[in-house]
T-cell receptor, first 112, second 114 residues
Framework: IAGITQAPTSQILAAGRRMTLRCTQD?????MYWYRQDLGLGLRLIHY???????GKGEVPDGYSVSRANTDDFPLTLASAVPSQTSVYFC???????????FGPGTRLTVL | AQSVTQLGSHVSVSEGALVLLRCNYS??????LFWYVQYPNQGLQLLLK??????LVKGINGFEAEFKKSETSFHLTKPSAHMSDAAEYFC????????????FGSGTRLSIRP
């Protein structure tokens, strides 16, 4: 059982480039989330999806977009990366909004 | 709306000593509370959760937490620390509502001294 997979594991990106972080879950969870983790700030929610076909904005959505075409996949796109988007990005899923969340291993992104 | 505060960004204890990580929450409705652990270079994993059943919740790796409504607290404890407990610990709160999202605290880094 894989749970949640994220790709790539790490990436160094030039500012201004477009980048898509991939997230796939095999638990048939309805809800999926994208967080960024920065030192001293904990986890901050970027975007979420309560079910396939719907998405919503979290605490720090600017500069990011998501889509949820099916239950399993929830990609996060940076249209034009900036250095302040250097962070570790975690994808998570849960059966329902209020259920425990299961996390992927993270993607470490550096924008130069 | 919910919020959570973790007191102490870094806690250091000796191996074999009591571990106490503090978490206070704010919620306008009965909360669901969680403790997650993050080992270096890994994602978060659930330690334990409170969902309005027993107020003393036992989790994995010998950890437990007690829900105290009067103190709005959900502190995490372990009687005897092991070196393998060194990690980042996050308290989180949500509520049984379609409008709720889990809110995470800023985390507490636990160090274990030999």
């Amino acid at each position: 059982i894989a749970g949640i997979t994220q790709a790539p594991t790490s990436q160094i990106l030039a500012a201004g480039r477009r980048m898509t972080l991939r997230c796939t879950q095999d638990m048939r969870h309805n809800a999926m989330y994208w967080y960024r983790q920065d030192l001293g700030l904990g986890l901050r929610l970027i975007h979420y999806s309560n079910t396939a076909g719907t998405t919503g904005k979290g605490e720090v959505p600017d500069g990011y977009s998501v889509s949820r075409a099916n239950t399993d996949d929830f990609p996060l796109t940076l249209a034009s990366a900036v250095p302040s988007q250097t962070s570790v990005y975690f994808c998570a899923s849960s059966a329902g909004d209020w259920d425990e969340q299961f996390f992927g291993p993270g993607t470490r992104l550096t924008v130069l | 709306a919910q919020s959570v505060t973790q007191l102490g960004s870094h806690v250091s204890v000796s191996e074999g000593a009591l571990v106490l990580l503090r978490c206070n929450y704010s919620s306008s409705v009965p909360p669901y509370l969680f403790w997650y652990v993050q080992y270096p270079n890994q994602g978060l994993q659930l330690l334990l959760k409170y969902t309005s059943a027993a107020t003393l919740v036992k989790g994995i790796n010998g950890f437990e937490a007690e829900f105290k409504k009067s103190e709005t607290s959900f502190h995490l404890t372990k009687p005897s620390a092991h070196m393998s407990d060194a990690a980042e610990y996050f308290c989180a709160v949500t509520a049984y509502s379609s409008a709720s999202k889990i809110i995470f605290g800023s985390g507490t880094r636990l160090s274990i001294r030999p």
